[in-house]
T-cell receptor, first 116, second 116 residues
Framework: AQSVAQPEDQVNVAEGNPLTVKCTYSVSGNPYLFWYVQYPNRGLQFLLKYITGDNLVKGSYGFEAEFNKSQTSFHLKKPSALVSDSALYFCAVRVLSNFGNEKLTFGTGTRLTIIP | NAGVTQTPKFQVLKTGQSMTLQCAQDMNHNSMYWYRQDPGMGLRLIYYSASEGTTDKGEVPNGYNVSRLNKREFSLRLESAAPSQTSVYFC???????????????FGPGTRLTVL
């Protein structure tokens, strides 16, 4: 089955330091991977996606993610953390049904806290 | 352009009561989804509709029914609510770009449901 894993429930980073939120995947075939962010009492917002091409994907709010096929990872990164980056982050993988319809399977989420 | 809207924002039900959660999108998207979010479990797909007139079960469909009323609207019904259905429910939509590629999913603000 197609799945993603987020091994850390909580990540704390000092403001101004680089941050990494980890995600590993298990898929058959080529993976389509996504990162979403959820601020308190809000819906999920799309950050970035990897479909094909360059392994370093740039997204919204200065975030980027590195696709690593050999390590089956898609870690989210940012060079310098802001307090406003504090939120819940979800990694997701695209799954196709037998009819070719798209579904997303989400990880369990990582709560990122940036400490002033 | 309101994006994805959901009503109500909050609801409290007693065990055995029924209710319908409403979702609408104004982005002319073909595919719509219902998820539930529970602590430590990420988002789990309940039902989805790849296009108007079609619906399919997701990961956790038991206790729910859906209706794709038209291209814009996708409702989720709880016929006999149970405490295990206490959750935050999110609706999402996306469009098919062609070549096996979908756009990212856009999420509504969520409905917080408590079943006593």
């Amino acid at each position: 089955a197609q799945s993603v894993a987020q091994p850390e429930d909580q990540v704390n980073v000092a403001e101004g330091n680089p941050l990494t939120v980890k995600c590993t995947y298990s898929v058959s075939g080529n993976p389509y991977l996504f990162w979403y962010v959820q601020y308190p009492n809000r819906g999920l917002q799309f950050l970035l996606k990897y479909i094909t091409g360059d392994n370093l994907v740039k997204g919204s709010y200065g975030f980027e993610a590195e696709f690593n096929k050999s390590q089956t990872s898609f870690h989210l990164k940012k060079p310098s953390a802001l307090v406003s980056d504090s939120a819940l982050y979800f990694c997701a993988v695209r799954v196709l049904s037998n009819f070719g319809n798209e579904k997303l399977t989400f990880g369990t989420g990582t709560r990122l806290t940036i400490i002033p | 352009n309101a994006g994805v809207t959901q009503t109500p924002k909050f609801q409290v039900l007693k065990t055995g009561q029924s209710m319908t959660l409403q979702c609408a999108q104004d982005m002319n998207h073909n595919s719509m989804y219902w998820y539930r979010q529970d602590p430590g479990m990420g988002l789990r797909l309940i039902y989805y509709s790849a296009s108007e007139g079609t619906t399919d079960k997701g990961e956790v469909p038991n206790g729910y029914n859906v209706s794709r009323l038209n291209k814009r609207e996708f409702s989720l019904r709880l016929e006999s609510a149970a405490p295990s259905q206490t959750s935050v429910y999110f609706c999402a939509s996306t469009s098919f770009l062609g070549g096996g590629i979908y756009n990212e999913q856009f999420f509504g603000p969520g409905t917080r449901l408590t079943v006593l």
